[in-house]
């Protein structure tokens, strides 16, 4: 499926404007015949059924009269509700609500809050506002999506969004106040990245792409779905041993949070690590030797925290590293922290306390072989933005992360996105199970365990985040929530068996 942002939908639209030399309105007009042909072959509606159109002024609206022309020429009962102010209809919509009305078609014009009584109906049709929203929708329309979602689930009828659901943010997949909600959404020329994220994707029902003249078939978009499909394994062969399976090193823990490091090196040894070594301070490491035995465990200086003067230890035989889970936040800890990134020569994922660590230095710039993994409020803190700012914008901050850092960035939560560089990746697994402690400890440990394996840092960040995610899913199919992070280390190994082994 070939995934845009909204400003590339915009420049598409208009390079094929440009070099076909044929006016946009020549689109809708593709678009809403689309829209039509996909909901006859989907829902087939008998002659003379109900079909109730919501356009808006924008051109999402003329999408809904084009729709709207073709199912009254198939011999549909279909009548369209103005929202909002006509006199707002750009040209190309008031040509096509003009078409409608010469061909014989109803229009009823409301604000909003007065919407007449739909007594009867077969199906809704949802062309309020595609990718023009900006801005959390204004009172009239949310008493519109409202009244919509009220009344297809009075009625039982579908409801069809064109383009996008009417509340959905396309780039960011926020929902701006309400948001439609669509049984069928049929996107114009390519999904809209926001379409494919949480919590739009509750929202889009059943994805449809009409593909359009302007969409070239070798056109790929810029953003991309992490799926079983496209990601990168780790292989064992007859003659694999421990010492091709690659030596994790793990800098984790401190006096209190010894679990966060056992989880991370657990999962370092269920995704595949040859070797699991975990470096803890000594009054640490004392409270969980022989926790997992097949860990070895070194004790790190005198103190409680690591500290400055571990930068000493020679970190140059691991193939990779996990550094930050649980290590604490203490002064010489963080300092310790930003100075052992620039000391590891190996591939490495920093992550939880290792982020505070950086955010106490703006400006302390990684190697593109580092992938850092911040949830919501790390990132805020590493960029130095509000919590809001960052949920308002995740596929945004997500390329801030990576320009302010240099690193591959993974911006964890419901629809974890990943940024190495050139296009936006958007998890399609995981679930509100996995917001539970020590989760993210796990997800270090995997992607040092795939890096460890050889894996290049964008595809061990891509493959981390998906098992994890899928072995999260077995979970939830099992037991429903209440799942612990330790089983979600557990469960991956069933999802390579049934990824790569049968
Ligand atoms: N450029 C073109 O000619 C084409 C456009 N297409 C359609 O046109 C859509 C984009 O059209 P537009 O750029 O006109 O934008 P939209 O029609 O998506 O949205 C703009 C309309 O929404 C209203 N609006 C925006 N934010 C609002 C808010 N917060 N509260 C209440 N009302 C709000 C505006 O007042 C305006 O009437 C696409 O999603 C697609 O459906 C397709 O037909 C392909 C061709
Ligand atoms: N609602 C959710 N849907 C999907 N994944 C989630 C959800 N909530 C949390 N997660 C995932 O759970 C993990 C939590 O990581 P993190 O917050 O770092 O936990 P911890 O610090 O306790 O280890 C991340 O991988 C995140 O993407
Ligand atoms: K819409």
């Not at 994220?197 to 992490?226: E, H």
Request: hydrophobic letters at 45%; a neutral charge.
């Amino acid at each position: 499926m070939r995934i845009v942002n909204t400003a590339e939908m915009r420049a598409l639209e208009k390079a094929w404007s440009e070099s076909a030399q044929r006016p946009l309105i020549d689109l809708m007009e593709q678009a809403g015949k689309a829209v039509w042909d996909t909901i006859e072959k989907i829902y087939a509606p008998h002659t003379g059924a109900h079909w109730v159109v919501f356009a808006g002024s924008g051109n999402n609206g003329g999408d809904g009269y084009v729709a709207a022309r073709y199912a009254a020429t198939a011999g549909i009962y279909v009548t369209v509700i103005h929202i909002g102010d006509p006199q707002k209809m750009t040209a190309d919509t008031r040509t096509n609500y003009e078409r409608f009305c010469a061909a014989g078609g109803q229009v009823t014009f409301a604000a909003g809050g007065q919407l007449p009584e739909i007594s009867e109906v077969h199906g809704i049709v949802d062309a309020l506002i595609g990718i023009g929203l900006t801005a959390p929708l204004r009172s009239h329309l949310l008493e519109t999506v409202a009244a919509i979602n009220a009344t297809a689930k009075k009625r039982d009828c579908p409801v069809v969004a064109i383009d996008v659901p009417t509340g959905v943010n396309a780039d960011t997949g926020n929902i701006m106040g309400d948001a439609v909600k669509a049984s069928l959404t049929i996107t114009i020329g390519a999904a809209k990245q926001g379409l494919c994220m949480c919590p739009a994707r509750t929202y889009v029902g059943n994805l449809q792409v009409a593909g359009l003249a302007m969409t070239k078939a070798d056109f790929v978009g810029s953003t991309v779905l992490i799926t079983e499909k496209n990601i990168t394994w780790p292989r064992r062969t007859p003659l694999s041993h421990k010492g091709t399976q690659g030596h994790v090193a793990i800098f984790a823990g401190c006096v209190g949070m010894e679990g966060a490091a056992l989880l991370c090196a657990k999962a370092a040894l269920r995704a595949g690590a040859g070797k699991v070594t975990l470096f803890m301070p000594k009054n640490a490491a004392r409270n969980i030797i022989g926790h997992i035995p097949e860990v070895m465990v070194k004790p790190v200086g005198n103190t409680d925290f690591f500290a400055l003067k571990d930068t000493e230890i020679d970190v140059s035989g691991y193939d990779a590293i996990a550094i930050g889970c649980g290590i604490g936040r203490a002064k010489e800890t963080t300092d310790w922290g930003v100075a052992m990134t620039e000391k590891i020569s190996c591939p490495f994922v920093c992550d939880a306390d290792g982020l505070y660590a950086l955010a106490q230095h703006p400006g302390h710039r990684l190697p593109a072989r580092c992938v850092i993994t911040p949830h919501l409020g790390e990132a805020a803190r590493l960029l130095h933005v509000t919590n809001r700012e960052i949920a308002n914008d995740r596929p945004g901050y997500v390329k801030a992360l990576h320009a302010a850092t240099g690193a591959v960035a993974v911006l964890k939560g419901a629809s974890t996105l990943l940024f190495e560089g050139t296009r936006l990746a958007v998890n399609t697994t995981g679930n509100a199970g996995l917001a539970t402690a020590g989760t993210g400890d796990t997800l270090t440990g995997i992607i040092a365990a795939l890096l460890a394996q050889g894996l290049a840092p964008a595809d061990a960040a891509a493959t981390g985040i998906w098992w994890h995610g899928a072995a999260a899913d077995r979970l939830a199919g099992q037991y429903g929530y209440g799942f612990l992070a330790t089983e979600v280390a557990d469960a991956l190994p069933y999802i390579y068996k049934e990824q790569v082994m049968e």
